[in-house]
Antibody
């Protein structure tokens, strides 16, 4: 069964850092691009970052560029999101999502994790 | 940046047809994807590449895309279809970014 499982969320103070992980199973991880999508409480979906299957190409939304870093360890079938300089407006459920191709552009997100909650508050 | 516009809400009686629109400048030239999200759950892909359905998605779900409007059509609506629906494209004109519409709440009367 294809599965994505996020972890690493929690409560962090403004200006702090957090690293999210997304463990993948049931498919050949290195063959597929991955993205992070977040959803603030009561709000819609917001794409924030994507990475190619090899990890050599990354993309970011303007709202997180320079603060967040996406990466992957294909030997561990794991996707990461390093979040620095966190702000209250980063409070959201963070989902990892798989693309059906090696590169993410133009593609849908065909598999989603269950999400992990990040709360930025003092 | 590219903007996708969805109506905040759509209401339909059971058994009727629901149409949820997604507006964007020349959206017909892009691949549009649609997601269903029920309360407390992760989104689920219901239509990709304008009109294709993933395995396991009922044929009642269909999509179209032309000009400045993409449409998700749900035929013979059931109570279980009540959810938020989001359209999504990639904006690759300047840089590569995923873009979601604001979402539409489908209410089954």
């Amino acid at each position: 069964e294809v599965q994505l499982l996020e972890s690493g969320g929690g409560l962090v103070q403004p200006g702090g850092s957090l690293r999210l992980s997304c463990a993948a199973s049931g498919f050949t991880f290195t063959n597929y691009a991955m993205s992070w999508v977040r959803q603030a409480p009561g709000k819609g979906l917001e794409w924030i970052s994507a990475i190619s299957g090899s990890g050599g190409i990354t993309y970011y939304a303007d709202s997180v560029k320079g603060r967040f870093t996406i990466s992957r360890d294909n030997s561990k079938n794991t996707l990461y999101l390093q979040m620095n300089s966190l702000r209250a407006e980063d409070t959201a459920v963070y989902y990892c999502a798989k693309a059906p191709a090696t590169v993410p552009t133009g593609r849908a997100f065909d598999i989603w994790g269950q999400g992990t909650m990040v709360t930025v508050s003092s | 940046s590219y903007v996708l516009t969805q109506p905040p809400s759509v209401s339909v009686a059971p058994g009727q047809t629901a149409r949820i629109t997604c507006g964007g400048n020349n959206i017909g030239s892009r691949n549009v994807h649609w997601y269903q999200q029920k309360p407390g759950q992760a989104p689920v892909l219901v239509v990709y590449d304008d009109s294709d359905r993933p395995s396991g998605i009922p044929e009642r779900f269909s999509g179209s895309n032309s000009g400045n409007t993409a449409t998700l059509t749900i035929s013979r609506v059931e109570a279980g279809d009540e959810a938020d629906y989001y359209c999504q494209v990639w904006d690759s004109r300047s840089d590569h970014r995923g873009v979601f519409g604001g979402g539409t709440k489908l209410t089954v009367l």
